[in-house]
């Protein structure tokens, strides 16, 4: 079960002598109003947050409180997670009732498309605003409701790749949450299409924001369509180098909380890396997931990049270069 959410010793929160609400004894602009009693402290694992204790977030952090903590699987698409959330289900740990063929938690859906469209990359409004705290808890407590109908109680959590955008939500809701990352070499993300950046939820995910129009010479919003069916390889590489780079900075500030899965160890090195992630999931049986999922593990797609001409590759390989060379799927210079 979450524990009690403690204080964070990390941070200091007083009054100035101006009777501004301050941080280190520095006032906080439009926060004149508010007494420090106002305000709870977030958990030591995620650092200095700060919430209006009578936001209705607060409340149904406090309502979630009574359910175990959940494990939450995010990533770029096809990365490989659905092998992840298969290996957690069979290890006991309940990954939904409402799910499509790769896993993905679909009673999930409709917080991470509200809270990326109306907040991501900023919540700082989210904190502060009771009537959007209140929309976004009414959201959130029907998906978990729906996610968890014919739990039984025991261990659970959900696979999402786009819950990444959504981190800072979750880890207030849920401060005691288990993260895991699965990340794929990007060259291989590259060739497996997905969605353009068409709508506003994904100009954000991939961009992180809506009204761009044309970027590093590809096209978001209206005509990302016909430029994603021109060539999709550049669309891929960006949503792929994008939410990694958010993930490893979620993660960074996490730490224990959140392990990085590599979906080639994963594949290749199957048994070592299987028990790695259902220790750190605390999966009730982890000797059936081994024995359940093991047969069917595939190591085939890893690579698939080579298939391509050496042109496309090229283009991806620069467009990429930096992450690449930063996570070894590439030698430096």
Not at 24 to 44: C, D, K, N, V, Y
Not at 112 to 118: P, S
Not at 257 to 280: G, I, K, N, P, Q
């Amino acid at each position: 079960m979450q524990g009690p959410v403690e204080p964070c010793r990390n941070a200091a929160v007083g009054a100035s002598p101006s009777g501004k609400a301050a941080v280190f004894g520095t006032a906080i602009p439009g926060f004149e109003s508010l007494r420090p009693s106002q305000f709870q402290l977030g958990s030591e694992t995620a650092g200095a947050r700060f919430i209006i204790a009578d936001s209705p977030l607060t409340d149904l952090r406090q309502e979630l409180a009574g359910l175990p903590a959940p494990v939450v699987v995010f990533n770029k698409s096809h990365s490989g997670s659905r092998l992840v959330a298969q290996l957690l289900e069979a290890g006991g740990i309940f990954m939904g009732r409402e799910r499509n063929e790769s896993g993905d938690a679909l009673a999930m859906l409709p917080v991470v498309t509200a809270a990326v469209e109306g907040f991501y990359p900023d919540y700082a409004p989210l904190w502060r605003d009771p009537a959007a705290g209140a929309a976004l808890a009414a959201r959130v407590r029907a998906a978990i409701a729906a996610h968890l109908a014919g739990h039984d109680g025991g261990a659970w959590g959900w696979k999402l790749c786009e819950t990444v955008y959504v981190l800072p939500l979750i880890d207030c809701l849920f401060p005691a949450a288990r993260y895991v990352h699965v990340i794929r070499d990007g060259r291989d993300v590259a060739f497996c299409d997905h969605v353009p950046p068409k709508q506003p939820f994904w100009q954000k995910v991939y961009v992180d924001t809506v009204g761009v129009g044309r970027w590093r010479g590809l096209y978001y919003g209206p005509h990302s369509r016909t430029g994603y069916r021109i060539d999709s390889s550049l669309y891929n590489v960006q949503h792929w180098v994008n939410s990694v780079t958010l993930g490893r900075r979620h993660g960074a500030m996490l730490r224990e909380r959140c392990l990085e899965l590599r979906y080639e160890a994963l594949c290749t090195d199957f048994d070592r890396e299987a028990e790695r992630l259902l220790a750190f999931a605390a999966a009730p049986h982890p000797e059936q997931a081994l024995v359940s999922v093991r047969a069917g593990v595939r190591s085939d797609s890893i690579g698939k990049h080579r298939r391509q001409s050496r042109w496309k590759l090229r283009r991806v390989e620069r467009y990429a270069r930096p992450l690449l060379i930063e996570l070894g799927y590439l030698e430096a210079e």
